[in-house]
């Protein structure tokens, strides 16, 4: 009679422990769902923030070529301060894109991290590992392109048309 408690015994230990494997590997591919779809939601965040701080910028440059006069500047003082907003703007778009890029390391390492967890539970070959020469296919590469360009532009334009005006 002992003989056969403990065959059921095992067998229900057994299956305790594998319901419990099962619920550590649901809840871990959930959490890791979040991460990527939190990573996904911070380059618009990050992009409303650079669009903000941006218009800032440029709203003070604007406003200091303008008003310079009745501020009584200095045309030195003036360039020495528009030259100021631009690397405060570089070092905007500098932030924003390093975030980006972080961001694109933490993705593809959590990608990976769905892969082999989906390996293990559904099987092989069941979700492939993401391929980093589909860059080209991300939101996150036009955002960092879309943000150089910005900067660039705004320091061309500030460089080559606005500062040879003050004198």
Do not use: C
């Not at 008003?67 to 500047?73: D, E, I, K, P, V």
């Not at 390093?98 to 593809?108: H, Q, R, T």
């Amino acid at each position: 009679m002992l003989e056969n408690n403990q065959p059921d015994s095992n067998q229900d230990d057994n299956q305790n422990k594998t319901d419990i494997v099962q619920e550590f590997y649901l809840e871990r591919y959930k959490y890791i769902l979040q991460q990527i779809h939190s990573l996904n939601e911070n380059v618009h965040k990050y992009l409303t923030l650079f669009q903000a701080l941006a218009t800032a910028v440029t709203t003070a440059g604007v406003a200091l070529f303008v008003g310079r006069q009745q501020l009584n500047l200095t045309p030195e003082i003036t360039k020495t301060a528009i030259q100021g907003l631009l690397g405060l703007l570089i070092i905007l778009a500098a932030f924003v894109v390093f975030s980006i890029v972080a961001g694109i390391f933490s993705w593809l390492d959590y990608r990976s991290e769905e892969v082999e967890l989906l390996n293990k539970v559904i099987g092989v070959g069941f979700r492939r590992q993401p391929r980093k020469m589909n860059f080209w296919r991300w939101q996150e590469t036009y955002t960092i392109l879309f943000v150089l360009l910005v900067v660039t532009a705004i320091i061309i334009y500030v460089q080559g048309q606005i500062v040879p005006l003050i004198k």
